[in-house]
């Protein structure tokens, strides 16, 4: 995750982490991304269930119950472990998490435990009186899926409507006073309405966005072929990135952040070079404690069976269920060799990764698009749109 305004628009210091002491416990959710300690966040697909039925949905999910899921004694028993583990955010997903029934009993627990409950959710299901709800239990951010203006996103969720129901949960949920922001999955099929999202998140008064670049995962991964080019990537960031430094100067709280490309960490290093070359030093130390790609290290996942993976993505690889062992003894066991490599990747990486200049702020980029494309996991990463100069490579 690239928090393009903290670094590109002067938002965020190393000093302001090393306020903290670096460490997960203490810093604010908004500088997690520097903790020294790297306490995994955890994703957890706690329901598979969704009322839509999206082309580039990870999980696969379908309009009706999966059998096995965690009841609400397990799942309680889960927070407390990773509470214990000192698990600093849980991000409830799905599926669509408002779906469950125990969902709010389950954020009250996250709360009371002193671990901040983050919401990914549709935004279909948010009405006033469950703004009202997620406002009481004190939830420190909703995160809602939209994928472009009405006609885009309802074609790329399958509902007519889609749109009109997520707008009216974004609403709600910042007329409750609750932290709001959107989440754009970028396709060939809809990286055009980039600029009306930008509009919209001032016209709804919407402090953040983040915009998420493909994961060749769930049905995503039938979508390798509608991913852009290495130059409409590139072309998109700088429209991004110009973007954000106008809606900062105008806004200064509103926060744009790309995540799940970690070429843009180096990218955004090269433009502060050029453009603001006495904040480039400050720009690449904190993208150096971002570490870049973090799967299997500060970002982890437990799906609705109460299987362990390296992040959301990695569906089809379990480390190991916390119906067996808790969450904490599966993520610490580097027996197994692909967590083993997640935690000290540097020597595996192969090709063009395993030469750059930048991997200790990419971190190898995603995992998951090169196995899908090479069969490989630690073949590059073909969606790396940095040339061989810009990397290093002669």
Same mark, same amino acid.
């Given at each position: 995750?690239?928090?393009?305004?903290?670094?590109?628009?002067?938002?965020?210091?190393?000093?302001?982490?090393?306020?903290?002491?670096?460490?997960?416990?203490?810093?604010?959710?908004?500088?997690?991304q520097?903790?020294? $300690?790297?306490?995994?966040?955890?994703?957890?697909?706690?329901?598979r269930?969704?009322?839509?039925?999206?082309?580039?949905?990870?999980?696969?999910?379908?309009?009706?119950?999966?059998p096995?899921?965690?009841?609400?004694?397990?799942?309680k028993?889960?927070?407390?472990?990773?509470?214990?583990?000192?698990?600093?955010?849980?991000?409830?997903?799905?599926g669509?998490?408002?779906i469950?029934? $125990?969902?709010?009993?389950? *954020?009250?627990?996250?709360?009371?435990?002193?671990?901040?409950?983050?919401?990914?959710?549709?935004?279909?299901?948010?009405?006033?009186?469950?703004?009202?709800?997620?406002?009481?239990?004190?939830?420190?951010?909703?995160?809602?899926?939209?994928?472009g203006?009405?006609?885009?996103?309802?074609?790329?969720?399958?509902?007519?409507?889609?749109?009109l129901d997520a707008?009216?949960?974004?609403?709600?949920?910042?007329?409750?006073?609750?932290?709001?922001?959107?989440?754009?999955?970028?396709?060939?099929?809809?990286?055009?309405?980039?600029p009306a999202?930008?509009?919209?998140?001032?016209?709804?008064?919407?402090?953040?966005?983040?915009?998420?670049?493909?994961?060749?995962?769930?049905?995503?991964?039938?979508?390798?072929?509608?991913?852009?080019?290495?130059?409409?990537?590139?072309?998109?960031?700088?429209?991004?990135?110009?973007?954000?430094?106008?809606?900062?100067?105008?806004?200064?709280?509103?926060?744009?952040?790309?995540?799940?490309?970690?070429?843009?960490?180096?990218y955004?290093?090269?433009?502060?070079?050029?453009?603001?070359?006495?904040?480039?030093?400050?720009?690449?130390?904190?993208?150096?404690?971002?570490?870049?790609?973090?799967?299997?290290?500060?970002?982890?996942?437990?799906d609705n069976?109460?299987?362990?993976?390296?992040?959301?993505?990695?569906?089809?690889?379990?480390?190991g269920? *916390?119906?067996?062992?808790?969450?904490?003894?599966?993520?610490?066991?580097?027996? $197994?060799?692909?967590?083993a490599?997640?935690?000290?990747?540097?020597?595996?990486?192969?090709?063009?990764?395993?030469?750059?200049?930048?991997?200790?702020?990419?971190g190898?980029?995603?995992?998951?698009?090169?196995?899908?494309?090479?069969? $490989?996991?630690?073949?590059?990463?073909?969606?790396?749109?940095?040339?061989d100069?810009? *990397?290093? *490579?002669?």
């Amino acid at each position: 995750m690239i928090g393009v305004t903290k670094l590109l628009c002067g938002g965020t210091s190393p000093g302001d982490a090393l306020r903290y002491g670096r460490r997960s416990s203490e810093l604010p959710s908004h500088l997690l991304q520097f903790s020294e $300690d790297k306490k995994p966040v955890v994703v957890w697909n706690l329901v598979r269930r969704c009322n839509l039925h999206c082309i580039h949905c990870y999980s696969t999910s379908q309009d009706h119950d999966y059998p096995g899921e965690l009841d609400t004694t397990e799942a309680k028993a889960l927070i407390h472990s990773l509470a214990d583990f000192g698990v600093p955010v849980v991000l409830f997903s799905g599926g669509e998490p408002l779906i469950r029934p $125990d969902i709010f009993e389950l *954020i009250g627990v996250a709360a009371e435990r002193g671990v901040r409950a983050v919401l990914s959710t549709n935004g279909t299901l948010i009405t006033e009186d469950v703004a009202s709800r997620l406002k009481e239990l004190g939830i420190s951010y909703v995160g809602v899926s939209l994928d472009g203006m009405e006609a885009i996103h309802d074609r790329f969720r399958g509902k007519r409507g889609a749109f009109l129901d997520a707008l009216r949960g974004i609403r709600n949920s910042r007329d409750a006073g609750l932290k709001v922001g959107l989440r754009f999955t970028i396709t060939r099929h809809n990286f055009t309405e980039v600029p009306a999202i930008f509009d919209l998140l001032e016209e709804e008064n919407i402090p953040r966005c983040c915009f998420y670049h493909l994961a060749y995962s769930g049905r995503g991964s039938n979508l390798v072929e509608e991913d852009l080019t290495h130059q409409e990537t590139r072309g998109l960031m700088d429209l991004i990135f110009d973007r954000s430094e106008e809606l900062s100067r105008r806004f200064p709280d509103k926060e744009i952040l790309t995540v799940d490309n970690h070429a843009d960490g180096p990218y955004l290093y090269l433009r502060a070079k050029e453009r603001q070359p006495s904040r480039a030093e400050d720009v690449y130390q904190l993208l150096k404690w971002n570490g870049g790609n973090n799967s299997g290290v500060a970002i982890g996942c437990i799906d609705n069976l109460g299987d362990v993976h390296a992040d959301q993505f990695w569906r089809h690889y379990t480390f190991g269920n *916390i119906r067996q062992r808790s969450f904490a003894a599966i993520w610490q066991d580097t027996s $197994d060799p692909l967590m083993a490599g997640l935690k000290n990747r540097k020597p595996l990486l192969q090709g063009r990764c395993a030469e750059c200049r930048y991997l200790e702020i990419c971190g190898g980029n995603l995992r998951i698009r090169a196995e899908a494309v090479y069969g $490989d996991v630690w073949a590059p990463d073909p969606a790396c749109y940095l040339s061989d100069e810009e *990397i290093g *490579i002669q």
